[in-house]
């Protein structure tokens, strides 16, 4: 997994975010469609990190997350 959790900020979680579940999906659909065709299929926020699953195959198992900060909307990992 390509994360790092020094990304992470502290404060009120509800007075900082700037990207929502929306702009989260959208950010992770441009960044996997540049390799895969594919399906978002859940998105989860944790610690002001949007977790954004999308599969990208014919396959049940082929699923990529993206990994993506609250606040700035700047791509943290994907796996």
């Not at 065709?37 to 195959?57: F, H, N, P, R």
């Not at 014919?58 to 990992?77: N, S, W």
Request: glycine share 6%; no cysteine; net charge positive.
């Amino acid at each position: 997994m390509i994360y790092n959790k020094s990304y992470r900020n502290s404060g009120d979680t509800k007075t900082r975010l700037t990207i929502d579940e929306f702009k989260a999906k959208e950010i992770a659909r441009k960044f996997l469609e540049q390799y895969h065709s594919i399906i978002v299929s859940d998105v989860l926020l944790e610690d002001e990190v949007w977790t954004v699953s999308a599969k990208t195959g014919l396959m049940p198992k082929d699923v990529k997350k993206v990994m993506i900060d609250a606040v700035t909307g700047r791509i943290l990992g994907y796996i």
